[in-house]
T-cell receptor, first 114, second 111 residues
Framework: EAGVAQSPRYKIIEKRQSVAFWCNPISGHATLYWYQQILGQGPKLLIQFQNNGVVDDSQLPKDRFSAERLKGVDSTLKIQPAKLEDSAVYLC????????????FGQGTRLTVV | GESVGLHLPTLSVQEGDNSIINCAYSNSASDYFIWYKQESGKGPQFIIDIRSNMDKRQGQRVTVLLNKTVKHLSLQIAATQPGDSAVYFCAENWGYQKVTFGTGTKLQVIP
């Protein structure tokens, strides 16, 4: 089966600019996650979708980050305006709804804010 | 590529030896505990999970042990190979498929 697709692979922007990341999950997976992984740390959950509804966004900095999942398939994560501390790898993952714990991850988008 | 292992605890193991990676967790309500492997420049990859009502589960060359009394999880890799070099994360699955990652351990296999 095709994996989780993410784009772009790399992005460099200046602080205060905006940026958007795209994710296409595995077909049929109802649950979609966005994680932020700062160098040397474990992934931190930003937002979790179940179909097109938000299940958990408690750790999403809502003053600058937003995410949507239209039609319960693809998702975009946006940062506006970006700060230096947003430099990280942004990982998208998906899992099926049937009680399995295995989440499949994309390769991530490495964001550098200068 | 990017090193996800920077600043992480490192375990160095001779090729062919067994590796034991440890993890302490905090949420007693977790339903499952999961181990992920992350190679440089890639997203985490599922290795094995264990349900909270079990204390041991075996896979191919890997064994996960769960000690709920002390909230401790371990991953044992038999006959460690160079391809096992990566950062290993434990994670907890709780609530409605909420997955929370712990601190990783970098495994270096010495040929």
């Amino acid at each position: 089966e095709a994996g989780v697709a993410q784009s772009p692979r790399y992005k460099i922007i200046e602080k205060r600019q905006s940026v958007a990341f795209w994710c296409n999950p595995i077909s049929g997976h109802a649950t979609l996650y966005w994680y932020q992984q700062i160098l040397g740390q474990g992934p931190k959950l930003l937002i979790q979708f179940q179909n097109n509804g938000v299940v958990d966004d408690s750790q999403l900095p809502k003053d600058r980050f937003s995410a949507e999942r239209l039609k319960g398939v693809d998702s975009t994560l946006k940062i506006q305006p970006a700060k230096l501390e947003d430099s990280a790898v942004y990982l998208c993952a998906s899992s099926s709804i049937r009680g399995r714990t295995e989440a499949f991850f994309g390769q991530g988008t490495r964001l550098t804010v200068v | 590529g990017e090193s996800v292992g920077l600043h992480l605890p490192t375990l160095s193991v001779q090729e062919g030896d067994n590796s034991i990676i440890n993890c302490a967790y905090s949420n007693s309500a977790s339903d499952y505990f999961i181990w992920y492997k992350q190679e440089s420049g890639k997203g985490p990859q599922f290795i094995i999970d264990i349900r909270s009502n079990m204390d041991k589960r075996q896979g191919q060359r890997v064994t996960v042990l769960l000690n709920k009394t002390v909230k401790h999880l371990s991953l044992q890799i038999a006959a460690t190979q160079p391809g096992d070099s990566a950062v290993y994360f434990c994670a907890e699955n709780w609530g409605y498929q909420k997955v929370t990652f712990g601190t990783g351990t970098k495994l270096q296999v010495i040929p």
